[in-house]
């Protein structure tokens, strides 16, 4: 918002010394106290509260299916639940195995010397967690996994300790100083390690067949996007946008629940197979709508936290969000063509049309672009943008003094798109070229 109009007049130039050829013509404009906000654009994609994908633990059957596509679900509540004769199989197995090295303590086998009994059991401790990696990277839900992992981890560094022990108790039965009876001991309890870990891993398999949601949001069994859509119309919305929204939101693969009709192509089914790993179900918590921009490294020291911004979804022209800068990532992205760039997070505000109507909730997923305005500064002293010219590392500005043009280098603060704000170097009043700049130097004179 200008607080005193610039005033603009065209004149001719002339120099001392210099007639009869045509002058071009400039113009001039006064140094004037407004309002210049900065903005820094970005592209910026929607993101939901928190996404999570189910995967199955095992191969197997879908035994039971207990939601459907677009349903809301609990934090907690079952899903679907996988039936899988090797998951049970495997758990059985890991059960009498432990229960064996439990109860003998012995790992020797018939003509077996202690070292290759060690080695044997070094082998199968090696395929044994190997195995029990490859099962926990099924198991469903984030958190699960990592502490199956971290336990499997654990359990080999145990497994480690436990036969180094059983290595000095071997050598020293070899060397005549330790008896038989400790060496075996010792090499069953390193194999017990194992065994644990093994059942441990095989349990939360076996558990992991009864799929639960490990976020409360909106289901879409067989992937993200796979849920149906509303038939009925947005509630709330004005009906002059209610086509322009279905319209929006079917680009985006809805996540509406599914009130009418079949499913969408690709759901499951009770009786469908799955095998280890593949996804069951995304669920998306869009009680809270975010956006992840990204900032050019050339731009990115201006943003900070708090900054506001207005966002334009690709998916609804004239329709502009309110946003305000939550954090900003310190590590880069580096683009394939070898931009450098910075993720930001902003929250999502109410979305308005031109007209001040409210306006649809945006989908995960829909492509936006955010102005984000880093400075803003009331009544500062200020001049067009034209009127600054870049004189090496510095800018200057042509300033008019008694009909003589001088360069006045400045200090500028922020540059709305439009206006510049001048910090050091003019003061309101003073009248300066805005156009033309390129036509004039330092002591020319100018005529009306």
């Given at each position: 918002m200008t607080l005193a109009a610039s005033c603009t007049v065209l004149v001719v130039l002339g120099t001392a010394g210099c007639s009869g050829a045509e002058a071009p013509e400039v113009a001039l404009g006064e140094v004037t106290r407004a309002r210049v906000v900065e903005v820094v654009e970005a592209p910026a994609t929607v993101t939901a509260r928190a996404s999570a994908t189910l995967t199955a633990a095992a191969d197997g059957r879908v035994a039971e299916l207990r939601v459907r596509d677009g349903e809301r679900v609990r934090a907690g509540q079952v899903v679907l639940r996988v039936e899988s004769a090797a998951a049970r199989q495997a758990l059985a197995e890991a059960q009498e195995a432990d229960a064996q090295a439990a109860a003998s303590g012995s790992v020797t086998l018939p003509g077996l010397s202690l070292?290759?009994?060690?080695?044997?059991?070094?082998?199968?401790?090696?395929?044994?967690?190997?195995?029990?990696?490859?099962?926990?990277?099924?198991?469903?839900?984030?958190?699960?996994?990592?502490?199956?992992?971290?336990?499997?981890?654990?359990?080999?560094?145990?497994?480690?300790?436990?036969?180094?022990?059983?290595?000095?108790?071997?050598?020293?039965?070899?060397?005549?100083?330790?008896?038989?009876?400790?060496?075996?001991?010792?090499?069953?309890?390193?194999?017990?390690?194992?065994?644990?870990?093994?059942?441990?891993?095989?349990?939360?398999?076996?558990?992991?067949?009864?799929?639960?949601?490990?976020?409360?949001?909106?289901?879409?069994?067989?992937?993200?996007?796979?849920?149906?859509?509303?038939?009925?119309?947005?509630?709330?919305?004005?009906?002059?946008?209610?086509?322009?929204?279905?319209?929006?939101?079917?680009?985006?693969?809805?996540?509406?629940?599914?009130?009418?009709?079949?499913?969408?192509?690709?759901?499951?089914?009770?009786?469908?197979?799955?095998?280890?790993?593949?996804?069951?179900?995304?669920?998306?918590?869009?009680?809270?709508?975010?956006?992840?921009?990204?900032?050019?490294?050339?731009?990115?020291?201006?943003?900070?936290?708090?900054?506001?911004?207005?966002?334009?979804?690709?998916?609804?022209?004239?329709?502009?969000?309110?946003a305000r800068v939550r954090s900003v990532d310190v590590a880069p992205t580096t683009s394939v063509e070898g931009g450098v760039s910075y993720g930001v997070r902003l929250s999502l505000g109410a979305g308005r049309t031109a007209d001040g109507e409210l306006a649809p909730p945006p989908r995960p997923g829909m492509s936006a672009y955010v102005d984000l305005r880093v400075r803003r500064a009331d009544r500062a002293i200020s001049v067009p943008v034209s009127a600054v010219v870049r004189d090496g590392d510095r800018d200057s500005v042509w300033v008019v003094l008694d009909s003589v043009v001088r360069r006045r280098y400045v200090r500028l603060g922020a540059q709305g798109q439009e206006r510049v704000q001048v910090v050091r170097g003019l003061r309101p009043g003073q009248t300066v070229v805005v156009a033309g700049a390129d036509r004039v130097s330092d002591g020319l004179r100018l005529e009306q």
């Open positions: 070292d290759e009994t060690a080695t044997l059991a070094d082998a199968r401790a090696e395929e044994a967690f190997g195995n029990a990696r490859e099962a926990a990277e099924a198991i469903p839900g984030k958190a699960a996994r990592a502490q199956a992992l971290a336990a499997i981890a654990a359990a080999a560094a145990d497994y480690a300790a436990a036969r180094a022990e059983a290595d000095e108790a071997v050598q020293r039965f070899n060397e005549g100083l330790g008896s038989l009876a400790q060496a075996i001991s010792s090499l069953g309890q390193a194999q017990r390690v194992q065994t644990s870990a093994a059942l441990a891993v095989a349990r939360r398999t076996v558990a992991g067949l009864v799929v639960r949601a490990p976020i409360s949001g909106v289901v879409s069994l067989g992937g993200a996007g796979a849920a149906g859509q509303d038939s009925g119309e947005i509630a709330g919305l004005p009906p002059a946008l209610q086509g322009a929204a279905e319209e929006a939101l079917g680009a985006a693969g809805g996540l509406g629940a599914a009130q009418s009709g079949e499913s969408a192509v690709g759901t499951l089914t009770e009786g469908s197979p799955v095998s280890s790993g593949q996804t069951l179900a995304t669920i998306t918590d869009v009680s809270t709508l975010s956006l992840t921009a990204e900032v050019d490294e050339t731009d990115v020291l201006l943003v900070r936290r708090g900054v506001s911004g207005r966002v334009e979804l690709d998916a609804l022209p004239g329709v502009s969000y309110g």
